[in-house]
């Protein structure tokens, strides 16, 4: 699983880096997916839409067994 939620991530950050900003996968707990924001995304107030529009969204697309993703900062 681990495996594929780096291949997910992997796909979005060339659109966060293209905004200053970066992700970085830390860990998957109970099909929790724990990340961390990274550069201009760490302190943008639309990080939380990001995340939960944006990478959660696409986890649980590519990967059924994701029930959400966290900043864990």
Do not use: H, W
């Not at 107030?45 to 993703?69: D, F």
Request: aromatic content about 2%.
């Amino acid at each position: 699983m681990k495996e594929k939620i780096q291949k997910v991530i992997d796909k979005l950050r060339p659109m966060l880096q293209a905004d200053g900003g970066d992700v970085e996968f830390v860990d998957v707990v109970d099909g929790i997916v724990k990340v961390r924001l990274k550069g201009a995304c760490a302190g943008c107030p639309m990080s939380q839409m990001t995340l939960k529009n944006g990478i959660e969204r696409m986890m649980k697309q590519e990967i059924p067994e994701v029930k959400s993703v966290e900043n864990i900062g």
